[in-house]
């Protein structure tokens, strides 16, 4: 029969019972950091300008700060950054999402499915 | 601002790269098991008799041997039960939930989010 098992772990930061942060927004939120622009990031992701601003609306408002602002003037203008809160919660998320996959690989290792 | 942020795991057991379990598919599978018959499990979770059968046969498909099987004749009849393979990888999908939770819980008090 042959395959492999595993056994895989999704992080989710929620606010008062509502998706804060979790795979999908993610990726997009370490796009922008990347580029320091939401539409660079949404080409990136080939997922549209709106599209990518409707997760970052979704994210500001189940957070209880802004994650991500524009970013006004600038050379090209229109850029958008992560303010102080959006790169505290994105670091946690980080950290937690390291040791999650230490546990899962070590479960990997362990489980016999 | 007040609120509580907090951490969320959520458990997938994949087979060759398949999503085999995960929290949409295993409800289902707890009420397949708890009633014995998916036209039951699909109305206690509000889908179509159809839909459930879907989320069946894509689990079936995805797993090196089959989870959830018809059961012919029988009282009522058109009953399904989860083989022996199934009940092995709903178990292990239990214990790994539970580790989890441990984890998660662990993690919230620790975390200052």
Redesign the interface.
């Known amino acids: 029969?042959?395959?492999?098992?595993?056994?895989?772990?999704?992080?989710?930061?929620?606010?008062?019972g509502r998706q804060?942060l979790g795979p999908r927004n993610i990726i997009l939120l370490r796009e922008i950091v990347r580029s320091g622009s939401v539409r660079t990031a949404a080409m990136i992701l080939h997922m549209s300008y709106q599209h990518a601003w409707t997760i970052i609306d979704e994210m500001n408002q189940a957070a209880?700060?802004p994650v991500v602002v524009k970013q006004r003037g600038g050379i090209g203008g229109g850029g958008a950054v992560l303010t102080e809160y959006g790169q505290r919660?994105l670091k946690?998320f980080h950290i937690?999402e390291a040791?999650?996959t230490r546990?899962q690989k070590r479960?990997n290792t362990e489980?016999n499915?």
Chains 1, 2 share one sequence.
């Open positions: 029969m042959g395959g492999k098992t595993e056994v895989e772990f999704h992080v989710f930061i929620n606010h008062d804060l209880p700060h919660i946690e937690i040791e999650v546990f479960l489980l499915l």
